[in-house]
Antibody, heavy 120, light 110 residues
């Protein structure tokens, strides 16, 4: 079955950096586009970024553009999110979510997420 | 990339029906049939309930249904049950190759 294990979360200082990873299994990772979606404590869901199956297309929410970089290593079935210039408002649980297929635009499998806290 | 607009809370008694609205623009909800809905219980990951406006994934009860008119999508839950009490989020694909969520609606079963 589909498994998504996010890691790399923790505490970072404002202006600092963190790299999140998402180890995927149970599906052909290299055939699927991927997203990061986040949820601040007690708040709603926010889409963060998308990467196509081979990494050529990348899209970002305005709130993270220029600060976050999505990437993937299909040989390792792993998705990454490099976060820099962190702000307190980036504090959230970060989920990696597969895009179900071509011409699909929803999120059907979610991991348990990894918590990022930005605080001095 | 403004969030879609949902009511902060809705409530209903067991057995009743409720509807949660989700309002966007012609650049998201109004422009595409790519609205989806998610249920989230406290401390749990979101769960897909409806995709492409009105389609239910396998295993989702027929008590959940979705629709769209213009720039507004709706989720209707019929025959409310205690276990339906949770948060619900709508989402849409947008014209600039991004996705947007609603602010979330807390459903209370009285």
């Amino acid at each position: 079955q589909v498994q998504l294990v996010e890691s790399g979360g923790g505490v970072a200082q404002p202006g600092g950096s963190l790299r999140l990873s998402c180890a995927a299994s149970g599906f052909s990772f290299s055939r699927y586009s991927m997203h990061w979606v986040r949820q601040a404590p007690g708040k709603g869901l926010e889409w963060v970024t998308f990467i196509s199956d081979h990494g050529k297309q990348k899209y970002y929410a305005d709130s993270v553009k220029g600060r976050f970089t999505i990437s993937r290593d299909n040989s390792k079935n792993t998705l990454y999110l490099q976060m820099s210039g962190l702000r307190p408002e980036d504090s959230a649980v970060y989920y990696c979510v597969p895009n179900p297929g071509v011409e699909t635009y929803y999120f059907d499998y979610w991991g348990q997420g990894t918590l990022v806290t930005v605080s001095s | 990339q403004s969030a879609l607009t949902q009511p902060a809370s809705v409530s209903g008694s067991p057995g009743q029906s409720i509807t949660i609205s989700c309002t966007g623009t012609s650049s998201d909800i109004g422009g595409y049939n790519y609205v989806s809905w998610y249920q989230q219980h406290p401390g749990r990951a979101p769960k897909l309930m409806i995709y492409d406006v009105s389609n239910r994934p396998s295993g989702i009860s027929s008590r959940f249904s979705g629709s769209k008119s213009g720039n507004t999508a709706s989720l209707t839950i019929s025959g409310l049950q205690a276990e339906d009490e949770s948060d619900f989020y709508c989402s849409s694909y947008t014209a600039i190759n991004t996705w947007v969520f609603g602010g979330g609606t807390k459903l209370t079963v009285l």
